[in-house]
């Protein structure tokens, strides 16, 4: 029978709750963007729509750059 030492439970349950968090307010991330795309699927004279990528983290995670008149 393989034993659970202390320091180990704490590790499994440390990591578990840090997953639970992250994937929970993930989710209110993704919730939150569909709101925008809602609001924003009209076309505006001017406004130009250019994806791209953070390049801060290891994900580069997806974005949308909005361009008015050029800047």
């Known amino acids: 029978m393989n ?3 202390r320091r ?3 590790k ?3 990591a578990t709750f840090g997953a639970a968090v992250a994937v929970s307010s ?3 991330v993704v919730k939150g963007a569909e709101k925008v795309e809602v609001k924003t699927g009209k ?3 001017g406004i130009q729509k250019i994806p791209t990528y953070c ?6 995670c997806g974005a949308i750059a909005y361009l008015k008149d050029g800047e």
């Open 26 to 28: 993930l989710s209110e």
């Open 12 to 14: 499994i349950t440390g």
């Open 55 to 60: 390049d801060i983290c290891f994900w580069k």
């Open 8 to 10: 180990r439970f704490l």
């Open 3 to 5: 034993s659970l030492s």
């Open 43 to 45: 076309k505006v004279k």
